[in-house]
């Protein structure tokens, strides 16, 4: 009687079909399950289960560990995902008489160290932010950007503020948002602490402050996207880290937006300022930033689709529906069908999008 331990395929591969299913969840613009798929650390318990069906079938668990912030995020669609995972696997590999049986997402353990500090999120050495007063200076919605400046440049900055608040942003420019009543600095502070990005607006001056360079430095340790952008003058110091924005003034909405829209809040944002839009003008600059948006998941272009079927300053804005080409670009359908692998088109009778078959 052979009692020596089958030889099993599936787990031998299982890099392999993990890498296969990343490069589907990119097409189907499933970001979330791409990300755990890519940063987990795999390990299979073979033969979790087995019948004597056709030779022998063997059913095998996937434990799938993910860094804190990643699990978190996860964890109240644990269920949910772990089954999705599970039959788009077994979908994708070819061993015979093999599949994954259970999929099941773990917290990695903890290395050496401060966990508080590794978990990328503590905010102890900062004040913490009320909601109303979070909600006082960047209002109830948008994605919240600190434009650091200094104050000869007010005008312009509260200029592209205003642009900006088109795109679904929302932006603290010390000079025009704090209250006299407030103190100066601790408005500063409770801005820095609660922001989502930060825009260094780096003109001939920008090193003439103290101010600029502390919120630099405020930045830096809250771990935000930071964006220098060049407007006279060259990134120094921490910021020298980055590439600049170079641009100018009237061109700063669209170039900054260009990059921010890569964000998930901001995308996020950005579809809440499609659905709202007010006019025709700003539906054509909403359009602006379509083509940068690289990938779409199903729920975020369920949205843009109903935000142009149901708002008409979006439908008829040549941006969005492509009726005019060559000077506003292909349309909301087009870029649909690029970011998400699925067909997107204009009925032209209803002039609304649906998936075509």
Not at 130 to 155: C, M, N
Not at 314 to 327: A, E, I, L
Request: aromatic residues 10%.
């Amino acid at each position: 009687m052979n009692d020596s331990k089958p030889k099993f395929e599936l787990p031998q591969r299982i890099e392999r079909v993990l890498a296969a299913l990343s490069k589907l969840y990119a097409q189907e613009g499933q970001r979330q399950k791409q990300e755990i798929v890519v940063n987990a650390q795999a390990r299979v318990h073979e033969a979790w289960s087995s019948d004597n069906w056709n030779g022998g079938t063997y059913g095998h668990a996937l434990y799938l560990a993910l860094p804190e912030s990643l699990y978190l995020a996860a964890v109240r669609q644990k269920d949910d995902i772990q089954s999705q995972i599970k039959s788009d696997i077994n979908k994708i590999h070819n061993v015979q008489n093999e599949f994954v049986e259970e999929v099941f997402l773990e917290m990695a353990a903890d290395g050496e160290g401060d966990w508080r500090r590794d978990s990328g999120v503590l905010r102890s050495a900062r004040r913490q932010v009320p909601v109303d007063a979070a909600t006082r200076i960047w209002g109830d919605i948008g994605y919240r950007v600190f434009l650091s400046h200094k104050a000869e440049v007010k005008q312009q900055t509260a200029t592209l503020r205003a642009g900006l608040k088109v795109y679904g942003v929302s932006c603290f420019v010390a000079h025009v948002d704090i209250l006299p009543t407030k103190e100066w600095q601790d408005e500063i502070e409770t801005a820095l602490c609660s922001m989502d990005a930060f825009v260094a607006l780096m003109t001939d001056t920008f090193h003439a402050s103290d101010w600029t360079d502390q919120e630099v430095g405020f930045a830096f340790g809250r771990g935000v996207p930071i964006i220098a952008v060049k407007l006279g003058r060259d990134p120094y110091g921490f910021l020298g880290r980055f590439q600049a924005l170079s641009c100018d003034w009237a061109g700063a909405p669209k170039e900054l937006m260009k990059l921010l829209i890569r964000f998930p809040r901001m995308l996020d944002s950005y579809i809440a300022a499609v659905r709202n839009c007010a006019s025709f003008d700003n539906g054509n600059t909403l359009s602006e930033v379509l083509p940068d948006i690289d990938r779409l998941a199903e729920g975020q272009a369920d949205q843009l689709v109903q935000a142009f079927n149901d708002n008409p300053q979006v439908h008829d804005s040549f941006g969005f529906n492509g009726t005019k080409p060559f000077h506003y670009g292909p349309g909301l359908a087009h870029h649909l069908s690029r970011a998400t692998g699925r067909m997107y088109a204009v009925d032209c009778r209803s002039n609304r999008i649906g998936i075509t078959p």
